[in-house]
Nanobody, 124 residues
Framework: QVQLVESGGDLVQPGGSLRLSCAAS????????IGWFRQAPGKEREGISC????????YYVDGVKGRFSVSRDNAKNTFYLQMNSLKPDDTAVYYC?????????????????WGQGTQVTVSS
C-alpha cells in the first residue's frame, strides 16, 4: 500500500519561499506519477505540477510555471515542491498524490494515493 506524507507547510510573507516535502513508501511499480495539488477555501482542488518517478520528467500549469519547481530524491523516496515568489493567491492546502504510470494530467481520479495535505498561508 502506497503511503504519502506531506510536510513543510507554513505561514510565509508574499514574495517568500517554501519547500514542501512528500515522503513516499510502499511503491511496487517502476513508474509513478507524483502530482501536486492544492485546494483553496471555497475552490475546487487543482493540479499544479507533476513529476514522473522513473525519468524525472516535470510538468507545471501556467499559474506556477517559473515560480514553482518539483524534484525528487530517489534514495529517500521523497519528492519536493519548491515554491518561490509566493502570492496570497497561493494560499491553500497542498497535497501530493501518486498514480501508477507517467504524468498525463491532473484528473484526481488518475491518482490512487493521496497524502493528508499541508497548509500553506501567504500573508503579511
Amino acid at each position: 500500500q502506497v503511503q504519502l506524507v506531506e510536510s513543510g507547510g507554513d505561514l510565509v510573507q508574499p514574495g517568500g519561499s517554501l519547500r514542501l516535502s512528500c515522503a513516499a513508501s510502499g511503491f511496487t511499480f517502476r513508474t509513478y506519477a507524483i502530482g501536486w495539488f492544492r485546494q483553496a477555501p471555497g475552490k475546487e482542488r487543482e493540479g499544479i505540477s507533476c513529476i514522473t518517478t522513473s525519468d524525472g520528467a516535470t510538468y507545471y500549469v501556467d499559474g506556477v510555471k517559473g515560480r514553482f519547481s518539483v524534484s525528487r530524491d530517489n534514495a529517500k523516496n521523497t519528492f519536493y515542491l519548491q515554491m518561490n515568489s509566493l502570492k496570497p493567491d497561493d494560499t491553500a492546502v497542498y497535497y501530493c498524490a501518486a498514480g501508477v504510470g507517467y504524468c498525463q494530467g491532473y484528473d484526481p481520479y488518475d491518482y490512487s494515493y493521496w497524502g493528508q495535505g499541508t497548509q500553506v498561508t501567504v500573508s503579511s
